[in-house]
């Protein structure tokens, strides 16, 4: 198994297993989605994003409270859209 696997293995692991079902339920089926196609640089920042706090981060990807400039990126708006997208498909009424 190459370096790459097992981040990606390792980034979809945390990815599903927040501790706060509501994010694993963005968070998983968006790595699974997209984490094989994202360059060392977008992994980097999804990367940081699972560094955060589960319910700041909740917080943030369903727009309750604003996301920080720092985070604030291409990912954060891909996992946004997600959501949306997500939701959307199984009907329901915000995504979140």
Known sequence: MSTDDTRLKRLKFRAWHRGFREADLILGPFADTYAH?????????????MEQADQDLYE????????????????????????????????GPRGG
């Open 37 to 49: 196609t994202m360059s060392p640089e977008q992994l980097d920042a999804f990367e940081a994003l």
């Open 60 to 91: 943030w990807i369903v727009e309750r409270t604003p996301t920080p400039p720092e985070f604030d990126g291409e990912i954060m708006r891909m996992i946004k859209t997600f959501r949306f997208e997500a939701y959307e498909a199984r009907g």
